[in-house]
């Protein structure tokens, strides 16, 4: 049964462009992340938030920026795309706390020509 | 920083064998972190298969094990006899409450039983 929610499920578009994720979850948890898995199948974390707080903010490009508009939505906005930018990318949701099994969504897959 | 190694990129087991995925940590905080596995199975989302979070516990699911070597840093799965069911992708994953509580996870394990 699917709690967390992204769209698109698959996009291409071209470099320069602009493009949003969005992602939601119906789990009623206050903790959300975003993570992105490349071409070699690493998950590495890009951003977290708790009640709409920025708790985690990896090393990642400043064309990279996480919306949160209440604790069930974070969008995830890249402007302006590079190649290096083709990957999936995963959003996740948990209550806070480390021991709480985070959630994922199914992934948005993002092909940058 | 944080960091998690598994060495196996691909594992092939023939079915109702033994597996073993080797999994060690690395972690910067002074307590000890929470340890995770997640699997995704074909077709499906990353879904967790097994987590620990106390030193020296063994946690269990699907007829998988792992534990919490603190002395080893080592969280290896383990499962006695393998079926066809279980091909997927295994990660090994680690949280600490000082890293904001993201998951740092392993490269990943690919694992293929024949039938």
């Known amino acids: 049964e699917t709690a967390v929610f992204q769209t698109p499920n698959y996009h291409v578009t071209q470099v320069g462009n602009e493009v949003s994720f969005n992602c939601k979850q119906t789990?009623?948890?206050?903790?959300m992340y975003w993570y992105k898995q490349d071409s070699k199948k690493l998950l590495k974390i890009m951003f977290s938030?708790?009640?709409?707080?920025?708790?985690v903010n990896e090393t990642v490009p400043r064309r990279f920026s996480p919306q949160s508009s209440d604790k069930a939505h974070l969008n995830l906005r890249i402007k302006s795309v590079e190649p290096e930018d083709s990957a999936v990318y995963l959003c996740?949701?948990?209550?806070?706390?480390?021991?709480?099994?985070?959630?994922f969504g199914p992934g948005t897959r993002l092909l940058v020509l | 920083g944080d960091s998690v190694t598994q060495t196996e990129g691909q594992v092939t087991v023939s079915e109702s064998k033994s597996l073993i995925i080797n999994c060690t940590y690395s972690?910067?905080?002074?307590?000890?972190?929470?340890l995770f596995w997640y699997v995704r199975y074909p077709g499906e989302g990353l879904q967790l298969l097994l987590k620990?979070?106390?030193?020296?516990q063994k946690g269990s699911s699907r007829g998988f094990e792992a534990t919490y070597n603190k002395e080893a840093t080592s969280f290896h799965l383990q499962k006695a006899s393998v079926q066809e069911s279980d091909s997927a992708v295994y990660y090994c994953?680690?949280?600490?409450?000082?890293?904001?509580?993201?998951?740092?996870f392993g490269t990943g394990t690919s694992l293929l039983v024949d039938p």
């Open positions: 938030y708790n009640n709409k707080q920025l708790i």
């Open positions: 620990v979070i106390t030193a020296g």
């Open positions: 994953a680690l949280s600490e409450c000082n890293m904001g509580y993201k998951l740092t």
């Open positions: 789990l009623g948890h206050d903790t």
């Open positions: 972690a910067t905080s002074i307590g000890y972190p929470n």
């Open positions: 996740a949701s948990s209550t806070w706390g480390g021991q709480d099994t985070q959630y």
